[in-house]
């Protein structure tokens, strides 16, 4: 395939960064950067990865940066307990290097070791099968203390040509489907069979994030996603003493009766609907799938609506940050994208919402797969200001930090709220 | 003597009766002291503090502390006598792995009530006595002038 040189403008470096920010943690700093510039794996390092006690990559909604699916490490993490989702790299767009050095895999950048890292434990159940004869690691996938269940891979809005311009899940699952064998659409009783395996190692796990393409059929719009979220929140809650048990759903924007439903019929104990972009022409742009089949003001409402069922604090949305700036339709400034995102995040907050980004990365199989990411100053900047807001607002991110989710350098930072 | 006092650290970490305390500084500057949980493993200058609470202000400290390179302090006493006091930087915040992962299943035997959410590691820079006596001791052979006059008055 492929690969497209990036040339990135004139920007300020990690370091410029730090000096220009002292106050913003250098380990989450180097988080950003790392997943903005991606990572490739020496020789030395791939030598010494362990597929017995390491976690190799698994399946997962969205495809990586080199539009492979190879047997490399998950992905890492730092000293200070933080996570970094990265994918391998072409090194034609520079990304940081994972070595082997004096025994420990260090990250390294143009030569200079910035960190030793630790790669992700690799779960007992990934090497189990479900009775049905699938692995067990292509039902749920494992963070360093997540489960991942993906119940469905495609999109409905792609059948419409109206898939999220930064997306590649239908490409990649089909990709997945076709090179490792990993289902399409989960079977409830295999997802309660793996959740039971997995529970067995404690310690092991504090939380389940569900997610899936999203379905538009149904009475009403997404009434068929919903039922596919329910049968499989029950079938994971079979596993548990308590109703409830901690959970993100992260799923297109249900309307209140689908809101109550998932509530009052589940274990599940929060909700995610992202909008991906703030700002309604840069929205219908980057989404035009979600414009079409539910718009703009109604995507932030009913989130707002998710507040009275879920609770402040436990109803988020997320950004594809970096997205917002692609032309011809993005933000023409990264100034002008911080101003009116952190606007809108702010009207959000004070109605309960709280809202968190990851570092878009273009992926080959997506439409804006020859575009690129933001700065790194860009990301600081939008990381501390989403969390001064949920700080200004008393908002909570626990369903979504740095451990039960880990792909948000602003929830990293409230670690410390 | 570093080893030394590293096993006198240890003899008095080992002991039941003993009690350790945990002080830590928050990004505003406000101190927090707290009970704690420290272990010792094979490795002399380190330390590991068994965090029950992810939201408890020791634990918000001691990732600003990793974050920024704040020191730690912890006393490890056995009455009134027996004090060492240890002086630390936190360097690693375990939260998976095979090392959170046994001292999780060990806390499940002997504190079933509380769910470890982290064990972190300290590198110990300095340890010291904190007994009175000879904190006194060692103060007035550094600082002799520092003394009130009618305690070297003739009588």
Known sequence: ?417 | MILLQYKALWDLMDNPESGTVIATVGSDGIPEIAEATVVHQTEPDRLYYLEWMEKSQTNINLTTSIWFDRFIKLLVFNGRHNIIKVKAVAVKNHISGQLFLNYYNEALKSKPRFDLTGVWELQIIKIESANLADEVEWHEAAHPGMIHLDRIAKS
């Not at chain 1, 990572?39 to 495809?63: D, M």
């Not at chain 1, 200004?392 to 709220?417: A, E, M, Q, W």
């Open chain 1, 1 to 417: 395939m492929p690969v497209k040189l990036l040339t990135r403008p004139q920007e300020l470096s990690l370091i410029e960064v730090l000096d220009k920010y002292p106050d913003f943690p250098y380990l989450v700093a180097l988080k950003i950067d790392v997943q903005r510039r991606g990572v490739h794996y020496t020789e030395a390092a791939q030598a010494a990865v362990n597929p017995a006690i390491h976690q190799l990559r698994s399946p997962y909604i969205f495809g990586s940066r080199d539009g492979k699916i190879l047997d490399l490490p998950e992905s890492l993490l730092l000293r200070d307990g933080t996570t970094i989702l990265t994918d391998p790299t072409p090194l034609e767009q520079d990304p940081y290097t994972v070595d082997f050095i004096d025994g420990r895999f260090a990250l390294v950048d143009h030569g200079s070791v910035l960190e030793y890292v630790e790669l992700w434990p690799k779960p007992l159940y990934y090497d189990k099968y479900t009775s049905s004869g699938i692995p067990m690691k292509h039902i749920i996938s494992a963070r360093p203390q997540r489960l991942n269940v993906m119940q469905n891979s495609y999109c409905h809005f792609w059948a419409d040509d109206k898939g999220c311009r930064f997306c590649d899940i239908v490409n990649h699952n089909k990709q997945q489907k076709e090179e490792k064998g990993v289902p399409v659409k989960l079977n409830p009783r295999d997802v309660s069979e793996t959740v039971r395996e997995a529970l067995k190692e404690k310690g092991r796990f504090t939380s389940f994030c569900l997610t899936a393409g999203s379905i538009l059929k149904g009475k009403e719009l997404f009434d068929l996603e919903v039922d596919y979220y329910v049968e499989t929140l029950k079938a994971i809650g079979e596993n548990f003493s308590t109703k409830k048990f901690p959970s993100q759903l992260i799923g297109s924007a249900f309307n209140l009766r689908q809101l109550e439903r998932l509530y009052n019929e589940t274990g599940l104990t929060s909700y995610t609907s992202d909008i991906e972009v703030f700002g309604e022409s840069v929205f219908n742009w980057v989404c035009p799938g979600k414009a079409k089949w539910v718009g703009y003001e109604e995507w932030k409402r009913r989130l707002v609506d998710a507040v009275d069922i879920f609770g402040r604090g436990n109803v988020g949305t997320g950004l594809v940050a970096g997205a917002e700036l692609v032309q011809p339709g993005g933000y023409k400034s990264e100034d002008e994208a911080l101003d009116i995102t952190l606007s809108e995040a702010e009207a959000l907050a004070q109605k309960g919402v709280t809202t968190v980004y990851i570092v878009w990365v273009p992926r080959p199989l997506s439409i804006f797969k020859d575009e690129q990411n933001a700065s790194l100053e860009y990301y600081v900047r939008l990381a501390q200001g989403l969390h001064d807001i949920r700080k200004k607002n008393g908002l909570s991110v626990d369903f979504d930090d740095y451990r039960r989710c880990g792909n948000h350098p602003d929830t990293d930072l409230s670690r410390t709220i």
